[in-house]
């Protein structure tokens, strides 16, 4: 989008996935571009080490019967701050964390050490290339053959871009459903129309009862009280704390007890906002 059908000069393909669009110019800067190339990858294997991570323990205790103390990846880490502390894997035998000041001062330092190897080198190899070293960091010797090597980067980039959306995905997933991925996708399977995105995400997080628009004909009688008075049909919208402002009474038509933002606080202010609806809808239509 936006590109004007040309690819900028400065993207010269030097960099694996480098498929010539930045409508931006993020990278128009060479020391910047190659800034955030780095940046991306670290971030893009982290992506890709992490869904796995967060899939993993959920896939076997669901299908394979092993016990964790807490299968689900954004529930797992609260465990340290149970009386028992949080065990690796379930097993006191192998990790048993107790205090999430340890847990952050050994990552701290863990991985500063290794972040610190990286950028400037180490015994294991002087002068090698930041992101793809090679050599003793390359045991199986994928990158031997300079044609393999030059693909293996484009599809770790592009699995490592892939990697990211899923991640940003399952935070919303946690945050909309309070499931884990695996839950959420069993569930989908199981009933593909009636669990989805469209039907958690707008009807269940943020209508406690049924969306007036969707409601089942049953629920108020068909009649005047379905859309005028306090037991009219409600959509409890985003912010909404379940609850309807006093000030909607139900007395307009298409009131359905929703305004967060407060605008209909004042009686006046409403009836003229309610007027401007109005006649601009008639003339929409």
């Not at 076997?60 to 065990?87: N, R, T």
């Not at 009933?191 to 089942?216: I, K």
């Amino acid at each position: 989008p936006f590109s004007e059908r040309s690819t900028p000069a400065y993207l010269t393909g030097e960099y694996p996935g480098d498929y010539g669009w930045d409508t931006a110019g993020l990278g128009a800067d060479p020391t910047t571009l190659e800034r955030y190339r780095e940046a991306e990858l670290i971030h893009a294997r982290w992506a890709m080490l992490g869904t796995l991570g967060c899939l993993t323990p959920e896939l076997l205790a669901k299908y394979a019967g092993v016990q964790f103390g807490e299968p689900v990846w954004f529930k797992a880490g609260a465990q340290i701050f149970s009386e028992g502390g949080l065990d690796y894997l379930g097993s006191s035998n192998l990790v048993h964390a107790q205090s999430i000041l340890a847990i952050l001062a050994c990552q701290v330092v863990l991985m500063g050490a290794v972040e610190a190897y990286r950028v400037n080198g180490g015994p294991l190899g002087e002068d090698l290339d930041l992101l793809h070293p090679g050599e003793a960091f390359d045991p199986l010797g994928l990158a031997d053959d300079p044609d393999t090597f030059a693909e293996l980067k484009v599809k770790e980039i592009k699995n490592g871009r892939l990697a990211m959306f899923s991640m940003f995905g399952y935070y919303v997933q946690a945050i909309v459903t309070g499931e884990g991925p695996v839950e959420n996708w069993a569930a989908h399977v199981a009933d593909p129309f009636g669990t989805n995105g469209l039907s958690l995400a707008l009807m269940g997080q943020f209508a406690p009862a049924p969306v007036a628009m969707f409601a089942a004909s049953g629920r108020v009688s068909d009649n005047l009280a379905a859309w005028y008075g306090p037991e009219r049909n409600k959509w409890l919208g985003p912010f909404s704390d379940a609850s309807t402002p006093d000030y909607l009474t139900g007395e307009y038509p298409g009131d359905y007890g929703w305004d967060t933002a407060g605008l209909a606080a004042d009686p006046t202010t409403f009836a003229a906002y309610r007027e401007a609806e109005l006649i601009h809808a008639r003339w929409a239509m």
